[in-house]
């Protein structure tokens, strides 16, 4: 069955950085595009990024420049690296893919606070 499974969150203040890492198995992971998504508090879920099959990406407008979406297929993992944190960064971030139907990780928690 298909599972991911997100690690990396944390505490950081403003400006810093972290990288999220999604493991994945149960499908096969190269013919799939891969996406973040992150849920703030009192807030609605929205992508943060997508990477394709190719490797294209896209990224929200609020992360743009400060967030680089990646994968690696023989590790069959998607990352997030995330520089230049703000507080408003501050959600738990999913990792997701959709086959079928759309499956999400359990989340990673990221606050971004002084």
């Known amino acids: 069955q298909v599972q991911l499974v997100e690690s990396g969150g944390g505490l950081v203040q403003p400006g810093g950085s972290l990288r999220l890492s999604c493991a994945a198995s149960?499908?096969?992971?190269?013919?799939?595009?891969m996406s973040w998504y992150r849920q703030a508090p009192g807030k609605e879920r929205e992508v943060v990024a997508a990477?394709?099959?190719?490797?294209?990406?896209n990224y929200a407008d609020s992360v743009k420049g400060r967030f680089t979406i990646s994968r690696d297929n023989a590790k069959n993992t998607v990352n997030l690296q995330m520089n230049s944190l703000k507080p408003d960064d501050t959600a738990v971030y999913f990792c997701?893919?959709?086959?079928?139907?759309?499956?999400w990780g359990p989340g990673t928690q990221v606050t971004v606070s002084s």
């Open positions: 997701t893919v959709f086959r079928v139907r759309r499956y």
């Open positions: 990477i394709t099959t190719g490797g294209s990406t």
């Open positions: 149960g499908f096969t992971f190269s013919n799939y595009a």
